[in-house]
Structures are given as structure tokens and as C-alpha cells.
């Protein structure tokens, strides 16, 4: 599957990681500028897999609500050339990690949405204690 007719606008990502209980245990936003949607979605998947590698969490289940992006990282679909770069970066760092990937609907995924939108809004962060 190709990107046709993407477009280009200010975007973001966010992503929030969730213990086996369900509690959240971190969250990190960031603007990264004119890009696609699809660029914004894989960016983040990058950096949440980053982030997991980092801090050796090894068994993960990776919950996206962009279908394409679902689907490329099963290796259902090839990427386009745009997004390969990071997909590729993805293969490498889920050596040695045990990670499921899910698509969601949207609805489920309104906390990553919003710290996204809060990005763009004030700024990239992250959070490591929550109240």
C-alpha cells in the first residue's frame, strides 16, 4: 500500500504505557512539525518501542488506532518509502522483545490523542508520576 495524496500539517504524537493492572505508568507527547498523520503515527510507535527497550520492558502490547500503521508493522503491507526509514528502526529495536501489536478504535485511544494535541498546544513532555 502507497500514501496517495497525503497531507502535510503540523503534527504530533503521543503515547502512554499502562501496567499489567491497567495503571498508568507513563506518558510522552511531542510536535514534530510539518509532517503526515501516518509520518506522526509511526514516530510514535517508534518511540514508545524506544522508550520500552530502554527501560528493558520486554513484553508489550502495542495498541495503535491507524490501521496502516497495524498492518505494516505485522508485515501485512509494505511501507511507503516516507515511513520506511522508521519501520525499518522498529524491526531492529523488537529484537530480543516480545511485542503483540493491535489496532483500536479511535475511541480507545483518547488519552494518546489528547497528550498529542496537548503537544502541539504547549509543547513536546513526558510523565512519570501520576495522582
Request: aromatic content about 8%; charged content about 20%; glycine content about 6%.
Amino acid at each position: 500500500m502507497e500514501l496517495q495524496g497525503a497531507i502535510l500539517g503540523e503534527v504530533s504524537y503521543g503515547f502512554c504505557l499502562r501496567n499489567s493492572d491497567g495503571n498508568l505508568i507513563y506518558a510522552q507527547a511531542e510536535d514534530i512539525g510539518i509532517a503526515t498523520n501516518t509520518e506522526a503515527e509511526v514516530r510514535g510507535v517508534l518511540q514508545a518501542v524506544r522508550y520500552c527497550k530502554n527501560v528493558q520492558m520486554d513484553h508489550i502490547i502495542m495498541q495503535t488506532d491507524s490501521q496502516l500503521i497495524h498492518r505494516v508493522l505485522l508485515e501485512d503491507w509494505k511501507p511507503s518509502w516516507k515511513i520506511s526509514q522508521w519501520v525499518e528502526e522498529i524491526q531492529e529495536l523488537e529484537t530480543g522483545m516480545d511485542i503483540i501489536y493491535t489496532h483500536i478504535l479511535r475511541e480507545g485511544n483518547k488519552l494518546a490523542n489528547a497528550l498529542a494535541n496537548q503537544a502541539l498546544d504547549i509543547g513536546s513532555f513526558h510523565c512519570q508520576t501520576f495522582q
